[in-house]
């Protein structure tokens, strides 16, 4: 039927399109071959396998935006299948007489699910060409002072999206309408096509001939459309459907909550793009564009210029541009050409945009590179630097006298041992925010009597603890963040001890995760899980539970970065409180703004609510008046925003702890006297 | 052209200061020190200034945190750093006097410094330098450009009166603050800076015998603390108490 000179037609088309092709893929793989050097290999078969498995179960997608994820998931089955139903289509062409309709169950099978697939791609397809040009999400929307490719700016990946919108139409449809007409040839419909023959009677009034030239045509529209859309699919976004399980294939695999260490000390982190590690030059190459990494950052939702999609998109944008250039080697700057320095300035480091990406991308690691870069070359925001000063010459970042971080202790008629003298159970790490801040220090006292109540051997180090430095290298101050954690690292050695405890969930993330590679190893509990544990094995009695609701915020480091929710939640519900979840709870809770070292800068000034202000009203919103939190600098932030945002005698903020010393009856006169000996066992 | 910029090592006022047992000086024990902030907008002023072949040098009394500071400058982009042995900061004087020989033949254009630091409040280290080495010398500089061996530059005066010199070179400068805040050195930076270079030494004898000789130092008395009246009766009665008629 297909005619010789078709078939040749077919295959050059094939080889031009291969060899126009060829470029766009070889430029890529060079570029992402340029990028720094990390191990991305080990268990090769497990990592595949994983991805394997998770993309055919479609779980990164279905992580957010349910229903669009269902279209994709139609589209993802059908175009998967259609890798079949190409080979058939093709075999149709070139092997005389073949067929898959009225072979037996075999072939039926495979037409039926064509069928239907078709369909299921068909309705995909175009709610979701609905949804991008009718319905016009706000989501895709980027905040006006957001930098942007001039090709971005000006549509283009609304131009992008149209295009392959409609190759999958015409690709799918086409196919569909032509096996109806190759029934309308036989003269009979077929029980494995449902779909496809409630088309034939479309046909019957057509000449045998007409027919045939009929499917010609739709054979070559869906068949000859692929064949040259593969010289765009390097340019396009839609080869993420190649390398999307590639890059989830080939992802981070270490805790989240410890960096890349700096591979050039010289000129550590990336200024140019070719300058990141190269999974992240593969992750603008995975990303769809689908801006789900911004709809959940905290800086984007309060309005600065910052977007971790548009980062992605304008790398691509930049990549695809000069594409030739960087494969020979020739760097781009990623400042004011991939992202501006606010937004490099904005990021809180929360890993949301990380954490819900469907595709495994992490625009975060990159703007924490990008931060390396700057702050070796001094180009920070002047009180950034000043509060690296403060950390460098006092090893906090309140600029006091280290010699008053033990301070807070005074007013408490107990007397904590000084675990750099005595060996403890518990060596609690207390911390800059639960040291100093004058918001906290009520919070770090309730702590300390809780524990000693519970008769808990613990002590802190009350001369020479530094910073853990969490936010320090997350400034990308890396060689200020080695030089707290050597110092840190070599107090503890002095120290004996079983486990360290911390209040705070970022000095949390950085001994537990971070320090191991600087040769601290620790078995490191946040007080909620101490707290739990106690509760449970009955150290920690209550004499009267509470009663009421209250909502519980997930800080980034605790939840996130270290996946505790549940240890929080136990304490809380131990005490008596129900908790009426926020829409954003557990691994979706929304930072409060103050991680990455944004609590020591200036707020930005295009932001329009801080993200902390938005969380009391998400938590007013499910109708609570007590907001609980477990992280010092939550205290802080929160405390402040029920007042800025003018709901004060509406909402408290309260501390785990402060649940825990009300539920077990506590008052000062009743505190045991110091010295208890009760080793928690 | 060649810059030098003097740094000097200052107690940090974080930590609360303490007379020493002799009672002349402040106990350096527990104190920590750091960089005098206007030494710090001094060496700022001279990176700005500097371009491309002109040299800025660091310069500072030996001591406990000489190299850190100097390293630090560098690190900052000075081209090199001087460390001065044998040199006394006991007071000014001396201070100026060490200084005063090591620019001595170096061919310096401009000499920056801090125009006051938390032990000389006075700002008398750029002019006594200056008369030393027999340079013209203005104090309180907020502005600074150079121009054909001619410093143009501002000097506050209190109630924000603001003059312009024009000053021949070599002078030396104190500089009030620089055009941009000082930079920071990221601590990596410093670390290779300390790998890779070699502070050169110099030997002074840094005695003068003139300038300041401390006799007694002691904290400032407290007051008895207040007492709020309620009304204007108590306060004469209070002075009738007194012996005020």
């Known amino acids: 039927?297909?005619?010789?000179?078709?078939?040749?037609?077919?295959?050059?088309?094939?080889?031009?399109?291969?060899?126009?092709?060829?470029?766009?893929?070889?430029?890529?793989?060079?570029?992402?071959?340029?990028?720094?050097?990390?191990?991305?290999?080990?268990?090769?078969?497990?990592?595949?396998?994983?991805?394997?498995?998770?993309?055919?179960?479609?779980?990164?997608?279905?992580?957010?935006?349910?229903?669009?994820?269902?279209?994709?998931?139609?589209?993802?089955?059908?175009?998967?299948?259609?890798?079949?139903?190409n080979v058939s289509d093709l075999l149709e062409a070139f092997v005389e007489?073949?067929?898959?309709?009225?072979?037996?169950?075999?072939?039926?099978?495979?037409?039926?699910?064509?069928?239907?697939?078709?369909?299921?791609?068909?309705?995909?397809?175009?709610?979701?060409?609905?949804?991008?040009?009718?319905?016009?999400?706000?989501?895709?929307?980027?905040?006006?002072?957001?930098?942007?490719?001039?090709?971005?700016?000006?549509?283009?990946?609304?131009?992008?999206?149209?295009?392959?919108?409609?190759?999958?139409?015409?690709?799918?449809?086409?196919?569909?309408?032509?096996?109806?007409?190759?029934m309308a040839e036989e003269g009979h419909t077929n029980a494995w096509l449902p779909t496809a023959s409630l088309l034939v009677p479309l046909f019957s009034d057509m000449s045998p001939e007409s027919l045939e030239q009929a499917f010609h045509i739709t054979w070559w529209i869906a068949m000859g459309l692929i064949v040259m859309f593969i010289p765009y699919f390097p340019r396009s976004k839609h080869i993420h459907l190649m390398i999307a399980p590639i890059n989830l294939a080939l992802g981070r695999n270490t805790p989240v909550g410890a960096l890349d260490p700096v591979i050039d000390y010289s000129s550590p982190g990336a200024s140019g793009i070719l300058e990141l590690p190269w999974p992240q030059l593969l992750d603008p190459y995975a990303c769809i564009m689908c801006t789900r990494c911004h709809e959940v950052c905290p800086a984007h939702e309060s309005g600065t210029s910052l977007s971790p999609s548009a980062l992605e998109i304008n790398k691509r944008y930049l990549m695809n541009e000069s594409g030739s250039s960087l494969a020979a080697g020739e760097d781009i700057q990623l400042l004011d050409s991939a992202i501006s320095s606010d937004a490099v300035w904005s990021c809180t480091t929360c890993n949301a945009c990380v954490s819900i990406c469907p595709v495994g991308n992490e625009p975060m690691q990159d703007i924490i590179q990008m931060r390396r870069s700057m702050v070796f070359d001094s180009n920070m925001p002047d009180e950034l630097a000043d509060t690296l000063r403060s950390l460098d010459e006092q090893g906090n970042s309140f600029g006091e006298s280290n010699r008053k971080r033990s301070r807070w202790t005074k007013p408490l008629n107990i007397d904590i041992k000084d675990a750099s003298k005595e060996a403890v159970d518990i060596l609690w790490f207390v911390g800059d925010f639960a040291s100093f801040n004058q918001s906290c220090t009520d919070t770090t006292r309730k702590v300390a009597e809780v524990l000693t109540a519970a008769g808990v051997d613990f002590g802190i180090i009350k001369k020479g603890e530094k910073s853990a430095g969490n936010d320090v290298r997350r400034v990308g101050e890396e060689g200020l963040f080695e030089s707290l954690a050597e110092q840190n690292i070599e107090k503890l050695a002095g120290c004996e001890f079983n486990r360290i405890m911390t209040t705070d969930p970022h000095t949390f993330n950085a001994l537990k995760n971070e320090y191991p590679a600087l040769g601290g190893e620790y078995e490191v509990v946040h007080y909620s899980t101490l707290l739990l544990e106690m509760m449970e094995s009955g150290i920690i009695n209550l004499d009267e539970t509470l009663s009421g609701n209250a909502t519980y915020h997930d800080p980034c480091y605790l939840g996130r970065y270290n996946g505790i929710y549940e240890a929080p939640r136990g304490v809380i519900e131990r005490c008596g409180l129900s908790i009426v979840e926020m829409p954003r709870n557990r691994d979706n809770s929304l930072c409060c703004g103050a991680g990455g070292g944004q609590i020591w800068m200036n707020d930005h000034d295009d932001m329009t609510q801080r993200p902390s202000e938005m969380r009391i009203e998400e938590a007013l919103s499910v109708g609570v008046s007590r907001f609980l939190v477990a992280c010092p600098k939550d205290m802080t932030m929160y405390s402040d925003a029920v007042k800025t945002s003018g709901h004060e005698g509406e909402i408290i903020v309260e501390d785990i702890i402060d649940l825990v010393y009300s539920a077990m009856n506590m008052q000062v006169e009743k505190m045991l006297p110091s010295n208890v000996d009760g080793v928690l066992t | 052209m060649k810059i030098a910029v003097l740094l000097k090592w200052v107690p940090d006022l974080v930590e609360e200061l303490e007379v020493d047992d002799d009672g002349i000086g402040i106990d350096t024990d527990d104190l920590k020190f750091k960089l005098n902030e206007f030494d710090d907008h001094a060496l700022e002023e001279a990176l700005q200034i500097a371009n491309d072949g002109d040299e800025v040098v660091a310069i500072a009394i030996d001591g406990d945190g000489t190299e850190k500071m100097l390293y630090t400058a560098i690190a900052?982009?000075?081209?090199?750093?001087?460390?001065?042995?044998?040199?006394?900061?006991?007071?000014?004087?001396?201070?100026?006097?060490?200084?005063?020989?090591?620019?001595?033949?170096?061919?310096?254009?401009?000499?920056?410094?801090?125009?006051q630091s938390v032990d000389d409040l006075d700002g008398q280290l750029g002019p006594i330098l200056a008369a030393n080495m027999g340079l013209p010398c203005v104090s309180v500089v907020s502005s600074l450009n150079v121009s054909g061996g001619v410093a143009t530059v501002t000097k506050e005066y209190s109630?924000?009166?603001?003059?312009?010199?024009?000053?021949?070179?070599?002078?030396?400068?104190?500089?009030q603050a620089a055009r941009e805040t000082p930079r920071y050195a990221p601590v990596s930076k410093i670390r290779q800076v300390q790998q890779s270079t070699d502070l050169a030494e110099k030997s002074v004898s840094g005695s003068s015998t003139s300038g300041t000789i401390i006799t007694a130092m002691s904290e400032p008395e407290t007051g008895g603390g207040a007492k709020m009246l309620d009304d204007v009766e108590d306060l004469i009665e209070i002075l009738k108490g007194l012996g005020v008629s």
């Open chain 2, 159 to 175: 109630g924000g009166i603001v003059a312009e010199f024009e000053v021949d070179l070599p002078a030396v400068l104190g500089i």
């Open chain 1, 1 to 85: 039927m297909f005619s010789e000179q078709e078939r040749m037609v077919f295959i050059g088309l094939v080889v031009i399109c291969g060899a126009l092709a060829w470029p766009g893929f070889y430029n890529m793989f060079k570029i992402i071959r340029k990028g720094g050097e990390v191990n991305r290999f080990d268990n090769i078969i497990k990592r595949f396998l994983t991805a394997t498995i998770d993309v055919l179960l479609q779980k990164p997608i279905f992580k957010t935006r349910p229903f669009v994820s269902i279209l994709h998931a139609f589209i993802f089955f059908g175009f998967s299948f259609y890798l079949l139903v």
């Open chain 1, 97 to 182: 007489g073949w067929t898959t309709i009225d072979r037996g169950p075999i072939f039926g099978t495979f037409n039926l699910l064509a069928d239907l697939f078709s369909v299921l791609v068909l309705v995909g397809m175009i709610s979701m060409l609905y949804r991008r040009f009718v319905v016009k999400p706000k989501a895709f929307e980027f905040n006006d002072n957001v930098l942007l490719h001039p090709k971005v700016a000006k549509g283009s990946i609304k131009k992008d999206s149209l295009f392959v919108g409609i190759f999958i139409l015409l690709h799918v449809g086409s196919r569909w309408v032509g096996t109806a007409i190759r």
């Open chain 2, 76 to 115: 900052k982009g000075a081209s090199s750093g001087i460390r001065l042995t044998g040199g006394s900061n006991s007071n000014t004087a001396n201070l100026a006097a060490g200084f005063a020989t090591a620019l001595d033949g170096g061919n310096y254009d401009l000499i920056l410094t801090g125009v």
